[in-house]
């Protein structure tokens, strides 16, 4: 017997919307409004915005949330100074694999949001009770399901967040780069997943579709997972279950930078298993030369040995079909190298990621 889908606060607004409806990782959740193209441009010219709620907050509280957190993370979250501060990190296993990839904000040393993947939310916050109850860490975890998410992106999203949301048309109501605030009842991040400015807004799922109907007024365009996957991609972003997962190191994911080994007194899990298997892998992007697709799981050949593809697809900005290869590390950017696609070996060129940033061709 089959499972129905979940729905997030948002589900009717979509279907209002006429959205093509999919399932991902058990929800019911928009693919595209029509024009999967043009939500794509929409982003990277103007805004667009999705509903990730989907997506889990979780809220961490208590006394030794800080020194909890540095030994489940790979990433160091003593690095955030000031309130509202976010990091990119890795939560690893035992093995080194990666649980889930995660943003956290510190809004004091008692006080953190983290969000994590729609896909891997139950497990992770098993994983985090565990990790609680074996560190007997004095730590509260709280799963806010009662929350909606959604991600407006694109050079004039700010500027049309500002002016749907009334709470966001102070100073203080947009964070830097790269943190969070809480303005009344909202958390509004200065996060994403499309290589563009823009904010992610944590808003109570009572008044989700208010604030999505007043985004929508206010110029920003719908946008389903569809554009949310070319666009990522463009960003050179890696995505949970496709380009890492608990079978893969951070170190040969390109997420080496997530690492943080600085301290050496810092026991994360995952750190002593990273130490004794250094990288053999290093993500590059590939752009395909040849008339072809570029999908994941296929074989890349290159003068250092064998690789494959972990996402790929159609780039619309750059009109050219790219993609994510884990290749052997002596392989650098500029070099050319072959993808099988249905038998037969394609010309391809490995690039450093990203391909596209805020617009604007890399590559």
Known sequence: MSIAARHTPLHAAHVATGARMVDFAGWDMPVNYGSQLEEHHAVRRDAGMFDVSHMLALDVAGPESTAWLRGLLANDVAKLEGSGKALYACMLDERGGVIDDLIVYRFSDADYRIVVNAGTADKDVAWMRKRIAATGANVTLQARRDLAMIAVQGPRAIERACAALPELSTATGVPAPFAGARVGDLLVARTGYTGEDGLEIAVPAIRAEAAWNALVAAGVRPCGLGARDTLRLEAGMNLHGQDMDEEVSPLDAGLSWTVDMKDEARDFVGRAALQAKPATQR?????????????????????????????????????????????????????????????????????????????????
């Open 283 to 363: 993500l590059l992007g590939l752009i395909l030369e040849d008339k072809g697709v570029l999908r994941s799981h296929m074989k890349v050949f290159t003068a250092a040995g064998e690789g494959e593809t972990s996402s790929g697809g159609f780039s619309p900005t750059l009109e050219k079909s790219i993609a994510f290869a884990r290749v052997p590390l002596a392989t650098r950017a500029g070099e050319s190298v072959e993808v099988e696609i249905r038998g037969k070996r394609l010309k391809a060129r490995a690039v450093k990621l990203p391909f596209v940033r805020k617009g604007k061709a890399l590559v």
